[in-house]
Nanobody, 127 residues
Framework: QVQVVESGGGLVQAGDSLKLSCVAS????????MGWFRQAPGKEREFAAV????????YYLDSLKGRFTISKDNGKYTVYLQMNSLKPEDTAVYYC????????????????????WGQGTQVTVSS
């Protein structure tokens, strides 16, 4: 089993930056990818970014490119989401997820492709 824990959420103003952290523990050896999703009130959970744990390839939701950056600690199952120039529409619960086996990038933006999920961390951006 794999446990996933997010941290770093909070209340910020529009234009501010925030960095989220996610730590995976337990049977983490061989995890293929870890990603970030978000869910705004009344909306479905949507993909934000993903990083592969071996080659550190990254993939983003198009609308977030240039503002959000996903990264990882080498040798650790820890990933980060640096969020810059935050907007009120970025307000959501941000979830970290992990996937054990290979999948092409086209599938890594789908909620159902991840086996392990954290409880989420709230990010609120005021205008």
């Amino acid at each position: 089993q794999v446990q996933v824990v997010e941290s770093g959420g909070g209340l910020v103003q529009a234009g501010d930056s925030l960095k989220l952290s996610c730590v995976a523990s337990g049977r983490t050896f061989g995890l293929y990818a870890m990603g970030w999703f978000r869910q705004a009130p009344g909306k479905e959970r949507e993909f934000a970014a993903v990083i592969t744990m071996s080659g550190a390839s990254t993939y983003y939701l198009d609308s977030l490119k240039g503002r959000f950056t996903i990264s990882k600690d080498n040798g650790k199952y820890t990933v980060y989401l640096q969020m810059n120039s935050l907007k009120p529409e970025d307000t959501a619960v941000y979830y970290c997820a992990a996937r054990r086996v290979f999948a092409p990038f086209q599938r890594l933006g789908t909620v159902s492709e991840y086996e392990y999920w954290g409880q989420g961390t709230q990010v609120t951006v005021s205008s």
